[in-house]
């Protein structure tokens, strides 16, 4: 069955660095990929989705890579800031509908 | 638009209780998933309709959870008996490819 990995340690840095977070997978090809951020006592909320046949995506401070050969996404937020401060999950597509498979997130705290 | 909208907020109940959890999708949107959210297991997919029709439910635990949609602006998943096992936080949502969450509904069965 598919599995998908992501950091179970929470990630913490400083303000004004770049945060990359890291997806990988297993037993699957998804046609896309997308990335969620979650904030405590709220629902997950979208974020950039990459499709097989891009390597790369870019939205504002945000970067999403994808290597279909290694299996993994990285998500880079830029110059960070204390209200990027979240759990973020990535979530593959199950070739069933819109279906997706989430990951159980990395939590990313950044330090002023 | 409201966004997807889910009640109650919060639910407590003891063991052997029917709960009924209630999700408004996002007007327009083709298909509705519901989630359950748990520290171990992470988000896990119950079941999804498309079209008001339900298309996959292999992720519903077992006979005591059933979920229906009616229509296309409402949906239920009903836990007939609850038990302490079933505590978790349960999310709609609505899509799309990218999936717009409701607020999510944190039961507790005592």
């Known amino acids: 069955s598919q599995k998908i990995e992501q950091n179970s340690e929470a990630l913490n840095i400083q303000e004004g660095k770049t945060a990359t977070l890291t997806c990988n997978y297993t037993?699957?090809?998804?046609?896309?990929l997308q990335w969620y951020r979650q904030d405590p006592g709220r629902g997950p909320v979208f974020l950039l989705l990459i499709r097989e046949n891009e390597k790369e995506k870019r939205k504002e401070r945000l970067k999403v890579t994808f290597d279909t050969t290694l299996k993994q996404s990285l998500f880079h937020i830029t110059a960070s800031q204390p209200a990027d401060s979240a759990t973020y999950l990535c979530?593959?597509?199950?070739?069933?509908?819109?279906?997706?498979?989430f990951g159980k997130g990395t939590s990313l705290l950044v330090t002023p | 638009d409201a966004g997807v909208i889910q009640s109650p907020r919060h639910e407590v109940t003891e063991m052997g209780q029917e709960v009924t959890l209630r999700c408004k999708p996002i007007?327009?949107?083709?298909?509705l998933f519901w989630y359950r959210q748990t520290m171990m297991r992470g988000l896990e997919l119950l079941i999804y309709?498309?079209?008001?029709?339900?298309?996959?439910d292999s992720g519903m635990p077992e006979d005591r959870f059933s979920a229906k949609m009616p229509n296309a602006s409402f949906s239920t998943l009903k836990i007939q008996p609850s038990e302490p096992r079933d505590s978790a936080v349960y999310f709609c949502?609505?899509?799309?490819?990218?999936?717009?969450f409701g607020p999510g509904t944190r039961l507790t069965v005592l």
């Open positions: 949502a609505s899509s799309g490819v990218e999936q717009f």
């Open positions: 037993n699957y090809s998804p046609a896309y």
């Open positions: 007007s327009g949107h083709d298909y």
């Open positions: 979530a593959l597509d199950t070739n069933s509908g819109y279906a997706l498979n």
């Open positions: 309709f498309n079209n008001n029709v339900p298309i996959d």
